[in-house]
Nanobody, 127 residues
Framework: QAQLVESGGGLAQARGSLKLSCAASVRTFTTYHMGWFLQAPTTEREFVARINRSGDYTYYADSVKGRFTISRDNAKNTVNLQMNSPKPEDTAVYYC????????????????????WGQGTQVTVSS
């Protein structure tokens, strides 16, 4: 399993921007598809975005499509989430997740599909 550490959370202004990063400690980063999830208080952990192991394909939740961008740097073992025009309802703890590439790509939208998780980073968006 991968060891993941998120960074970059904090306070953001609505209609501003914030960038989250996740550093992965793994033998071969390119064997993992990566994802971002969020969890607000008293809610279930929700899918935000995912990126395949080579960075060629991405997929987003409808709620963030057009505002957030997931990317990865395989030379640095990092995956990023660029949050543009955040909204107060985006306030949550954001988690980085990793899953081995053999997992079916289309299944990677649920918490149970990922076996490696970071500790989370808090994002608070003020209006």
């Amino acid at each position: 399993q991968a060891q993941l550490v998120e960074s970059g959370g904090g306070l953001a202004q609505a209609r501003g921007s914030l960038k989250l990063s996740c550093a992965a400690s793994v033998r071969t980063f390119t064997t993992y598809h990566m994802g971002w999830f969020l969890q607000a208080p008293t809610t279930e952990r929700e899918f935000v975005a995912r990126i395949n192991r080579s960075g060629d394909y991405t997929y987003y939740a409808d709620s963030v499509k057009g505002r957030f961008t997931i990317s990865r740097d395989n030379a640095k073992n990092t995956v990023n989430l660029q949050m543009n025009s955040p909204k107060p309802e985006d306030t949550a703890v954001y988690y980085c997740a990793a899953e081995f590439w053999t997992t079916r790509w289309g299944a990677l939208t649920t918490r149970g599909a990922f076996r490696s998780w970071g500790q989370g980073t808090q994002v608070t968006v003020s209006s």
